[in-house]
């Protein structure tokens, strides 16, 4: 009976940091709604640039954590490093998502990175190009989802970052399930970002 009692004691006093740790996992992943016709210029992409946007190979898979971050962010600092910033012609007809040029805008370094990704072996399912506000106005960053969450490759920071830590109102991005397809984010839950402005 002592051995009992003193068993549900432990027990008892491990489960307020199992709840914490449920908590902490609330949120991670940005929640798909419906879908929503792809920005212009990403059709135009898809059509300059076929393979960009094909399926995963079903032999594709994430590899270990610590690797897959890792990966992030080498790719996220090159390639920040490697394209100057330029503003680019926002003209329906004009405009143009170009792979790897010496500069661009953000559209630009979106691409780069996921065509980088995809080289290095991650599966196109878990790279998915977005479109948010920031304070500036629209603007497009790569979102790597890991096995523990969704983080941003952006041209703004070279720090890879848990989603939750930007200041972005989320609009859309592409499917997981095919790329070519784009689905609006849904609004997230306030409680998803108590952790983040709580720190």
């Not at 640039?49 to 890792?70: G, H, I």
């Not at 790897?100 to 953000?106: F, R």
Request: glycine share 4%; hydrophobic share 40%.
């Amino acid at each position: 009976m002592k051995r009992l009692v003193v068993a549900l004691l432990v027990l008892s006093s491990s489960l307020p940091c199992l709840a914490a740790e449920q908590a902490t996992s609330k949120g991670v992943f940005l929640k798909e709604s419906q879908n929503v016709l792809a920005p212009l210029q990403f059709v135009k992409f898809c059509m300059n640039y076929s393979r960009e946007c094909e399926r995963s190979s079903p032999e594709a898979q994430l590899p270990a954590r610590d690797v897959a971050f890792a990966m992030l962010e080498e790719v996220n600092a090159s390639v920040n490093q490697a394209i100057s910033p330029a503003t680019k012609s926002t003209e329906p007809l004009l405009a143009r998502w170009t792979i790897s040029p010496s500069s661009g805008d953000c559209n630009d370094y979106a691409i780069t990175k996921r065509h980088l990704l995809l080289e290095k072996g991650l599966p196109a399912s878990a790279l998915r190009l977005a479109v948010v506000y920031a304070p500036a106005g629209g603007h497009l960053v790569l979102i790597a989802r890991l096995q523990d969450g969704d983080y941003v490759l952006d041209n703004l920071t070279s720090v890879v970052r848990d989603w939750r830590g930007s200041s972005y109102q989320w609009v859309s991005m592409e499917s997981g399930e095919d790329p070519r397809f784009w689905v609006s984010i849904a609004k997230q839950d306030h409680r998803d970002f108590a952790e983040v402005v709580s720190k």
